[in-house]
């Protein structure tokens, strides 16, 4: 085959790749068109639950009202009625969409049999309501309005999850979407537990003196839930989001934190300390329903800006795949021009230059290059056959060079290896072994999420018979973290040894906060001691998770509300905790890792899994129940890899021995 027969097929195939590129392109493009159809159809069916939703919510407590008796009966049925015909248009508009969208959206047939089980559910509590409501002595409607509030509130609680699992199915790409579409699952969850306390709070009122502990929890737990959720929400606010979103989360916000707010602590602060509230069931379901329509209206304009959004991103991908096709067109045209000039102008010129290129193609350098003095393309190419040959040398070279300093990367990497392998076993050695010490044994567990870690414990026994202990886990994880936590683990031993009796143990924490450089990482921790004369404990919590007191009847409680971080702020101040250990008492202090340690779905262990297994496991000796909590943790996380660092530490308080003498 001649030379210039393989630079035209050569031709022709860059012109198809360039084809192929071109046409992968658009299909890349066709395929962003069908996820933004999908996002569009996903957002749509998303939308139609949360209204849904928030409706339900509506209906759960102007029903539970009606049930209590806080509502005028003729016309609280009347609206009751409209709500309800509201909450059924929007799960049927629900049920249309998802059924429409069933061939773009992937695995809507479990949402659809949740809407619809829903639904029924919903009429079946109706007819239970309603017969309640038609009969003139309140007794039985108040009897059944907790269940009722129960089963609504289920019925929401799925509702929502039905959405936010079609949420995680169609994840929004774009940082604006996501983050309204975390906004909207964040202002959800404060519309829900605002709705929540307007039912129960009205009740509370209503009789204030007879407020049970368990309904003030439930208030005291909403409003605490409303506020994280405020949170949440202002962490969203650093993405470039509009102005109009902006301004409208911004007014939403300050209305709750000037007005509503404050009235419901007042107003929990009176029921916890029975005395009579300002304010009466029916001013405050009114105020309530004025705090709900803002967030309300914070959704909607949330819900017609990732509408807009969606839309304008749907048009943007037709306008592409249109531009892309407008291109393979061109780029069609251009190679069959291509082929044209290649063989008119640059093929036959070539051949004298074919040998010449194809011993330079098969690394033969020393292949002398043949001298043309031309000025047209010829000699051109033939100076650039030159320089060719010189860059390869060059290359050549260059790659040899590589080699070598390949081979003295991997020695660095090998020695760097070794030397973090010898850190963890020094770290490891400094970590107490489980042990007895002065009516006090204790265990522990520790788990780096790499060779070296930032989590490390001590257990000190001090010379006026008290048993000094902490835990520390400082921030990030690695190298860094873990000097750091060798830094720690030193200071805190020596403050809890040289520490003179009576000095409080928040001196302590204080000073050592003082002092910590500002460069350096912060660390959260749990610093405490046991007094083994008078069977009581102390702790100081910095930003620690709350550890647990097992009992020795197998009772757990969770003791500390948290406190600020050691480094983050150096006037911070501590406050100690104490607490009765008596014998056959277990304090068990752990480290975030453990409760942030997520499945292979992207959930968390969590507090309440580790409440659970640590009362399930009450009766077992410590070493038994941290194996258990090890392996449990193993089968959760479905790996023996961590994200983060994980340390427990148990002590227990033996029982006491009777002397010899003291035996009958």
């Given at each position: 085959?001649?030379?210039r027969?393989?630079l035209?097929?050569?031709?022709?195939?860059?012109?198809?790749?360039?084809?192929?590129?071109?046409?992968?392109?658009?299909?890349?493009?066709?395929?962003?068109?069908?996820?933004?159809?999908?996002?569009?159809?996903?957002?749509?069916?998303?939308?139609?639950?949360l209204?849904?939703t928030?409706?339900?919510?509506?209906?759960?407590?102007?029903?539970?009202?009606?049930?209590?008796?806080?509502?005028?009966?003729?016309?609280?049925?009347?609206?009751?009625?409209d709500?309800?015909?509201?909450?059924?248009?929007?799960l049927?508009?629900?049920?249309?969409?998802?059924?429409?969208?069933?061939?773009?959206?992937?695995?809507?047939?479990?949402?659809?049999?949740?809407?619809?089980?829903?639904?029924?559910d919903?009429?079946?509590?109706r007819?239970?309501?309603?017969?309640?409501?038609?009969?003139?002595?309140?007794?039985?409607?108040?009897?059944?309005?907790?269940?009722?509030?129960?089963?609504?509130?289920?019925?929401v609680?799925?509702?929502?999850?039905?959405?936010?699992?079609i949420?995680?199915?169609?994840?929004?790409?774009?940082?604006?979407?996501?983050?309204?579409?975390?906004l909207?699952?964040?202002a959800?969850?404060?519309?829900?537990?605002?709705?929540r306390?307007?039912?129960?709070?009205?009740?509370?009122?209503?009789?204030?003196?007879?407020?049970?502990?368990?309904?003030?929890?439930?208030?005291?737990?909403?409003?605490?839930?409303?506020?994280?959720?405020?949170?949440?929400?202002?962490?969203?606010?650093?993405?470039?989001?509009?102005?109009?979103?902006?301004?409208?989360?911004?007014?939403?916000?300050?209305?709750?934190?000037?007005?509503?707010?404050?009235?419901?602590?007042?107003l929990?602060?009176?029921?916890?300390?029975?005395?009579?509230?300002?304010?009466g069931?029916?001013?405050?379901?009114?105020?309530?329903?004025?705090?709900?329509?803002?967030?309300e209206?914070?959704?909607?304009?949330?819900?017609g800006?990732?509408?807009?959004?969606?839309?304008?991103?749907?048009?943007?991908a037709?306008?592409?795949?249109?531009?892309?096709?407008?291109?393979?067109?061109?780029?069609?045209?251009?190679v069959?021009?291509?082929?044209l000039?290649?063989?008119?102008?640059?093929?036959?010129?070539?051949?004298?230059?074919s040998?010449?290129?194809?011993?330079?193609?098969?690394?033969?350098?020393?292949?002398?290059?043949?001298?043309?003095?031309?000025?047209?393309?010829i000699?051109?190419?033939?100076?650039?056959?030159?320089?060719?040959?010189?860059?390869?040398?060059?290359?050549?070279?260059?790659?040899?060079?590589?080699?070598?300093?390949?081979?003295?990367?991997?020695?660095?990497?090998?020695?760097?290896?070794?030397?973090?392998?010898?850190?963890?076993?020094?770290?490891?050695?400094?970590?107490?072994?489980?042990?007895?010490?002065?009516?006090?044994?204790?265990?522990?567990?520790?788990?780096?999420?790499?060779?070296?870690?930032?989590?490390t414990?001590?257990?000190?026994?001090?010379?006026?018979?008290?048993?000094?202990?902490?835990?520390?886990?400082?921030?990030?994880?690695g190298?860094?973290?873990?000097l750091?936590?060798?830094?720690?683990?030193?200071?805190?031993?020596?403050?809890?040894?040289?520490?003179?009796?009576?000095?409080?143990?928040?001196?302590?924490a204080?000073?050592?906060?003082?002092?910590?450089?500002?460069?350096?990482?912060?660390?959260?921790?749990?610093?405490?001691?046991?007094?083994?004369?008078?069977?009581?404990?102390?702790?100081?919590?910095?930003?620690?998770?709350?550890?647990?007191v097992?009992?020795?009847?197998?009772?757990?409680?969770?003791?500390?509300?948290?406190?600020?971080?050691?480094g983050?702020?150096?006037?911070?101040?501590?406050?100690r905790?104490?607490?009765?250990?008596?014998?056959?008492d277990?304090?068990?202090?752990y480290?975030?890792?453990?409760?942030?340690?997520?499945?292979?779905?992207g959930?968390?262990?969590?507090?309440?899994r580790l409440?659970?297994?640590?009362?399930?496991?009450?009766?077992?000796p410590?070493?038994v129940?941290l194996?258990?909590?090890?392996?449990?943790?193993?089968?959760?996380?479905?790996s023996?890899?961590?994200d983060?660092?994980?340390?427990?530490l148990?002590?227990?308080?033996?029982?006491?021995?009777?002397p010899?003498?003291a035996?009958?």
């Amino acid at each position: 085959m001649k030379i210039r027969h393989i630079l035209l097929i050569l031709t022709a195939f860059l012109g198809a790749a360039l084809l192929i590129a071109v046409a992968v392109q658009i299909r890349d493009e066709l395929l962003g068109y069908q996820t933004a159809e999908r996002m569009v159809a996903s957002n749509t069916v998303r939308e139609r639950l949360l209204l849904g939703t928030e409706a339900l919510a509506n209906e759960r407590s102007q029903t539970y009202m009606l049930l209590i008796g806080q509502r005028n009966e003729a016309s609280g049925l009347v609206e009751l009625r409209d709500v309800r015909r509201q909450v059924d248009d929007l799960l049927n508009a629900a049920e249309r969409e998802i059924t429409a969208t069933q061939a773009s959206l992937s695995n809507t047939a479990s949402s659809l049999k949740t809407v619809s089980r829903i639904r029924q559910d919903i009429g079946i509590l109706r007819q239970q309501a309603d017969g309640f409501l038609g009969i003139a002595e309140s007794s039985g409607a108040e009897q059944f309005a907790p269940r009722w509030f129960q089963e609504a509130t289920r019925l929401v609680e799925e509702l929502q999850s039905s959405r936010m699992t079609i949420l995680q199915r169609e994840r929004p790409l774009d940082p604006v979407l996501r983050t309204e579409a975390n906004l909207r699952a964040f202002a959800a969850i404060l519309s829900e537990s605002i709705a929540r306390n307007q039912a129960l709070m009205s009740r509370a009122l209503e009789n204030s003196s007879e407020v049970g502990g368990l309904e003030i929890d439930a208030i005291s737990q909403n409003a605490g839930r409303a506020a994280l959720a405020w949170e949440l929400i202002d962490g969203q606010m650093s993405v470039p989001l509009s102005e109009r979103v902006k301004g409208i989360v911004s007014r939403t916000h300050e209305n709750y934190s000037s007005t509503f707010a404050p009235l419901q602590r007042s107003l929990l602060a009176a029921l916890l300390g029975k005395v009579p509230p300002t304010l009466g069931p029916a001013e405050w379901y009114d105020l309530t329903g004025r705090a709900l329509s803002n967030i309300e209206l914070m959704q909607r304009e949330l819900l017609g800006s990732t509408r807009e959004r969606l839309e304008a991103e749907l048009r943007r991908a037709q306008r592409s795949v249109a531009l892309w096709s407008m291109l393979l067109l061109l780029g069609a045209a251009a190679v069959l021009a291509s082929i044209l000039v290649v063989r008119r102008r640059v093929v036959r010129p070539l051949e004298g230059l074919s040998q010449t290129m194809l011993r330079l193609a098969d690394n033969d350098l020393e292949t002398p290059l043949p001298r043309f003095s031309r000025a047209d393309e010829i000699g051109e190419m033939n100076d650039a056959l030159r320089v060719f040959k010189a860059n390869a040398i060059q290359r050549q070279r260059t790659q040899n060079e590589k080699q070598i300093l390949h081979g003295r990367l991997r020695e660095a990497y090998s020695q760097l290896q070794k030397d973090l392998e010898a850190a963890a076993v020094i770290q490891r050695t400094m970590l107490p072994p489980s042990s007895r010490v002065d009516g006090v044994e204790y265990h522990g567990l520790f788990r780096p999420s790499s060779l070296i870690a930032g989590d490390t414990y001590n257990v000190v026994r001090r010379t006026d018979g008290a048993v000094g202990f902490f835990q520390v886990d400082v921030a990030g994880h690695g190298a860094a973290a873990a000097l750091v936590s060798v830094a720690c683990h030193h200071a805190l031993s020596q403050a809890i040894l040289t520490r003179t009796q009576g000095t409080p143990l928040e001196e302590i924490a204080v000073q050592i906060n003082e002092e910590w450089p500002e460069d350096l990482p912060y660390f959260t921790m749990i610093l405490g001691e046991i007094d083994a004369r008078t069977q009581r404990a102390s702790i100081i919590q910095a930003g620690h998770p709350s550890p647990l007191v097992i009992r020795s009847n197998g009772a757990v409680e969770m003791i500390g509300e948290g406190g600020f971080p050691v480094g983050m702020l150096p006037a911070a101040s501590y406050e100690r905790l104490e607490f009765d250990l008596g014998p056959g008492d277990r304090l068990f202090i752990y480290s975030d890792g453990l409760v942030e340690a997520e499945d292979q779905s992207g959930e968390q262990f969590s507090e309440d899994r580790l409440c659970a297994l640590v009362r399930e496991a009450a009766a077992d000796p410590s070493a038994v129940l941290l194996d258990r909590l090890d392996d449990v943790l193993r089968n959760w996380r479905g790996s023996e890899t961590l994200d983060d660092d994980l340390s427990v530490l148990m002590l227990e308080r033996l029982p006491e021995r009777m002397p010899a003498h003291a035996v009958h």
